[in-house]
T-cell receptor
Framework: NAGVTQTPKFQVLKTGQSMTLQCAQDMNHEYMSWYRQDPGMGLRLIHY???????DQGEVPNGYNVSRSTTEDFPLRLLSAAPSQTSVYFCASSYSNQGNEQFFGPGTRLTVL | AQTVTQSQPEMSVQEAETVTLSCTYD???????LFWYKQPPSRQMILVIR??????QNATENRFSVNFQKAAKSFSLKISDSQLGDAAMYFCALDVPGANSKLTFGKGITLSVRP
């Protein structure tokens, strides 16, 4: 099993550009989520999904969109990149949202100029 | 709302010694789960240990153990016989099950290990 995969690993954008961060898991997990990690802030939840077709907002959803058309994939879209979105982004998945271990992808380091 | 507090941003330990990382949390629920995750320089998040709130026995995984004090809402991680590979950032996290369950992380603590 590949676990949770994320692409790309690094990305540089200009302000106003849009892009999609890809996330996929092959563990048949129902629960998937996106976090951003900033220095001194820990990990903050952006969006999450409890199953295909169901998504909800986390703590810091503004400027991001998600969709979950399949169990395996959970892409994160930046609509119009801003310097405040410079961060490291992690995708995670777990069997459920009932206290199970979350498995994390390797992260994407995004810089917005 | 749930909160997780890690008040020490950095700690240092001598190789082979023992170190304790502190974490406090707040929730009004009685059923929840607590985690410690490790993030080495590779950036990969790795689960260290998991504790179920309804279990009074403290979780243990090899050299890692927790001191779970439910009444005090404290969840500290003890690393025994510290190794150079333990150098990493450690995050405490709280998960309250439910329809809108979300994992809440503390800000993390950077642990360095002196040879």
């Amino acid at each position: 099993n590949a676990g949770v995969t994320q692409t790309p690993k690094f990305q540089v954008l200009k302000t106003g550009q849009s892009m999609t961060l890809q996330c996929a898991q092959d563990m048949n997990h129902e629960y998937m989520s996106w976090y951003r990690q900033d220095p001194g802030m820990g990990l903050r939840l952006i969006h999450y999904s409890v199953g295909a077709g169901i998504t909800d907002q986390g703590e810091v959803p503004n400027g991001y969109n998600v969709s979950r058309s399949t169990t395996e994939d959970f892409p994160l879209r930046l609509l119009s990149a801003a310097p405040s979105q410079t961060s490291v982004y992690f995708c995670a998945s777990s069997y459920s949202n009932q206290g199970n271990e979350q498995f994390f992808g390797p992260g994407t380091r995004l810089t917005v100029l | 709302a749930q909160t997780v507090t890690q008040s020490q941003p950095e700690m240092s330990v001598q190789e082979a010694e023992t170190v304790t990382l502190s974490c406090t949390y707040d929730t009004s629920e009685s059923d929840y789960y607590l985690f410690w995750y490790k993030q080495p320089p590779s950036r990969q998040m790795i689960l260290v240990i998991r504790q179920e709130a309804y279990k009074q026995q403290n979780a243990t995984e090899n050299r890692f153990s927790v001191n779970f004090q439910k009444a005090a809402k404290s969840f500290s991680l003890k690393i025994s016989d510290s190794q150079l590979g333990d150098a990493a950032m450690y995050f405490c996290a709280l998960d309250v099950p439910g329809a809108n369950s979300k994992l809440t992380f503390g800000k993390g603590i950077t642990l360095s290990v002196r040879p």
